[in-house]
């Protein structure tokens, strides 16, 4: 289960509003003036937020000396931010004359990249102030210099802070950039040194691991009336065994989990197969951090030992710079990312077979990393559509999410958009992320302050993409149901005659929910209701409607798993992986094969095309309420270390979030649909 971290700084309560604006492209760049107006002398720019919300006068612990070392990131603003949320929007809009008519690389650069003056401009005043320009790409500069010189050029001091993880620095309060360079700053990162852990979306399933178990077990006719002490699974359909010799649980004759799934299972599911498309002439690009060196091998094999074909030369490529990685400890390490990184690979070939995948690692786990991860992608013009399974939580006991990291990742989502790119990001396993979810979540981050959407999900610049437990009619992959992700959790007891405890605590679950932080989006008008969208996750009212999540949904729960195959220590395994990070992957190859069912044209920022679909035979609308199957499902591991290790799982009971009839905070949308192909 891989940990991300990520640097915090305060989100403080006047710069969600400007969040709201500066996201959906209503807030004016800094230093410009209103059309028609005189033009203004430049003024100083006040970094709000970069003074943290933990770094309060009662945990102050003295002053940072002026020889400690210091660095920072220094976010360019570029050419007109505001057209370019425009033009993102216009190429995105099914309903718009410019819709599909993407920029070229070079044009987009030219319009809306940062200028060498604005690049001049942020060096004359970093080296002027004692700092050294250490790296530069298109979107910003990294500095680092003495404690002394961030002083002086941000026009704070800086000291230590007492913390829950130890002493932290941060500014005494917010920095400011001079007039000389106001402008072509969009934000600063890396100010705070504070980081807290993130989650990767993917839980590896051990209780639900190996397909063969169930041919060990034997059918129900021989099946004596106690559990089987050999792992044991459903493999023909969902509940096709039933789970004779366990005690009363949820319902009458409970049924084994079903056998974690296979591609082929799901492409006959969500109608890949029947669709006959399979991803040609699209391109996914995958972003995790750190590589597997055995990645494009690994899914060779489990793609041959499951009846499909492995990549053709030249299908899968990587970019991974082992030597550059940093932060393995907080991280995970490679190891630690293994299994994400396959889960990723192995559904986006499996969904969209005749895709090209690249997979991208960044160098950690942090923001900075993953952001230069995604970068490379857009500036390279490297997918079409671009899978992420990780994120965090934007506000935590400890601070929230720091608002560079926003802005800088919201203006790289527009870049791509007006390109031609779009992003999936998984929305989280978390239910609502409310502490009440932390508290017994066993993918929930504890340090969260209220019920939440996380981000990069959030954004309304990416496509949110939740979970479902979907329920096979037969071993063919057949459509049969499908309910919220969200599982209930109880242990067998030591004489095994009892589940404890009854009912089971909130375990796993698909993320999603009203974020505070950003407006309606215009896609959502109309499609997510009055009722969703003025209320905030926490419960605190707007008048205004906000953004929700997730967008769409797709399988990934814990209980109806999905089988994935990687070498860890020289030897090549399976197992059933559980979480949106199955989700993710799996639209965005949902989204490879709907170009490829469109001639090979690019879809890019996919909401307001998915949106224009709302209430279609495009999506299944799924809701709990309508579902009249069997919900308890038994997970037995066999005898581990001499001990029946068994597990009873009540699936469609996220915390939180429910799926209901139209758009709901659990599946968004729905789930792909029998003419999700058809345009």
Not at 216 to 232: C, E, F, M, S
Request: proline share 6%; charged share 20%; aromatic share 8%.
């Amino acid at each position: 289960m891989p940990i991300a971290r990520h640097r915090l700084a305060g989100l403080a309560a006047p710069l969600t509003a400007a969040l709201v604006l500066g996201t959906i492209g209503l807030a004016a760049p800094a230093g410009a003036a209103p059309a028609g107006a005189a033009t203004a002398a430049p003024t100083a720019k006040e970094l709000t937020g970069t003074h943290p919300a933990w770094a309060t006068a009662q945990a102050d612990a003295g002053a940072v000396p002026d020889s400690a070392p210091g660095s920072a990131r220094i976010y360019l603003a570029g050419r007109d931010r505001d057209a370019l949320a425009a033009l993102a929007r216009a190429v995105s809009d099914p309903s718009s004359p410019a819709y599909g008519k993407y920029l070229g690389d070079a044009d987009a650069e030219d319009r809306f990249g940062a200028t060498a003056e604005q690049v001049e401009a942020v060096t004359a005043w970093v080296t002027g102030a004692g700092l050294t320009v250490d790296a530069g790409t298109p979107h910003y500069l990294q500095v680092s210099g003495t404690t002394g010189a961030l002083s002086r050029a941000f026009g704070t001091g800086f000291r230590s802070y007492r913390t829950a993880d130890g002493l932290h620095r941060a500014p005494a309060q917010d920095a400011t950039v001079p007039p000389a360079a106001a402008g072509a700053v969009l934000a600063v990162s890396g100010l705070s040194d504070a980081v807290r852990p993130n989650l990767s979306h993917a839980v590896p399933v051990r209780e639900a691991e190996q397909r063969a178990r169930a041919a060990a077990a034997g059918p129900d006719r021989k099946q004596p009336a106690t559990l089987p002490t050999v792992p044991t699974c459903s493999e023909d359909g969902y509940g096709s065994k039933t789970a004779k010799g366990a005690p009363e649980g949820y319902e009458k004759n409970e049924p084994f989990a079903p056998c974690s799934y296979v591609p082929s299972q799901l492409r006959k599911a969500y109608g890949v197969t029947d669709a006959k498309v399979s991803g040609k002439g699209a391109r996914i690009a995958i972003i995790d951090a750190y590589g597997l060196p055995t990645m494009e091998q690994d899914a060779g094999r489990f793609a041959t030992l499951h009846g499909d074909r492995p990549f053709a030369p030249g299908q899968y490529t990587e970019y991974v710079t082992p030597e550059k990685w940093v932060h393995q400890d907080e991280c995970g390490g490679a190891d630690g990312w293994a299994g994400e990184e396959a889960l990723d690979v192995e559904m986006a070939h499996g969904l969209a077979p005749d895709a090209q995948v690249v997979y991208v690692g960044g160098n950690s786990c942090y923001d900075d990393d993953l952001y230069d991860a995604m970068a490379k992608v857009v500036d390279g013009h490297l997918a079409d559509v671009v899978s992420n399974s990780w994120g965090e939580i934007m506000h935590g006991t400890g601070g929230d999410l720091d608002p560079a990291v926003v802005a800088a990742d919201n203006q790289l989502f527009q870049l791509g958009a007006v390109t031609g790119i779009g992003f999936t990001f998984s929305s989280g396993d978390c239910g609502d992320s409310s502490p009440g979810a932390a508290a017994t979540g066993v993918n929930c981050q504890a340090d969260t302050s209220q019920a939440q959407a996380d981000w990069p999900s959030a954004s309304p610049w990416v496509t949110s993409v939740g979970g479902t437990a979907l329920q096979l009619a037969d071993k063919a992959g057949h459509y049969g149901h499908e309910v919220s992700m969200g599982d209930r959790r109880s242990v067998l007891s030591a004489d095994q005659k009892s589940w404890t405890p009854f009912p089971g605590n909130f375990y796993f679950g698909g993320g999603g929910g009203v974020s505070k932080d950003f407006a309606q989006p215009w896609y959502q008008h109309g499609v997510v209701p009055d009722s969703v969208s003025h209320t905030a996750a926490d419960g605190t009212p707007s008048a205004t409607p906000l953004r929700a999540t997730p967008d769409v949904a797709m399988s990934g729960d814990l209980v109806a798993a999905t089988l994935v195959g990687y070498t860890s220590g020289g030897t090549y395994s399976e197992g059933g992986y559980g979480g949106t990070s199955v989700s993710a992957p799996e639209f965005a190859a949902m989204v490879a094969d709907a170009i490829d069912a469109r001639g090979g044209r690019a879809i890019g920022f996919a909401n307001p095309y998915l949106y224009d679909r709302a209430g279609t035979g495009a999506f299944r609308d799924v809701d709990d309420a309508k579902v009249h199957t069997k919900l308890g499902n038994v997970v037995d591991l066999g005898e581990v270390n001499g001990v029946l290790k068994v597990r009873l799982y009540k699936i469609a009971s996220d915390y939180g979030l429910t799926a209901t009839r139209g758009y709901d905070t659990a599946t968004g949308l729905g789930t792909p649909g029998g003419s999700f192909f058809r345009r």
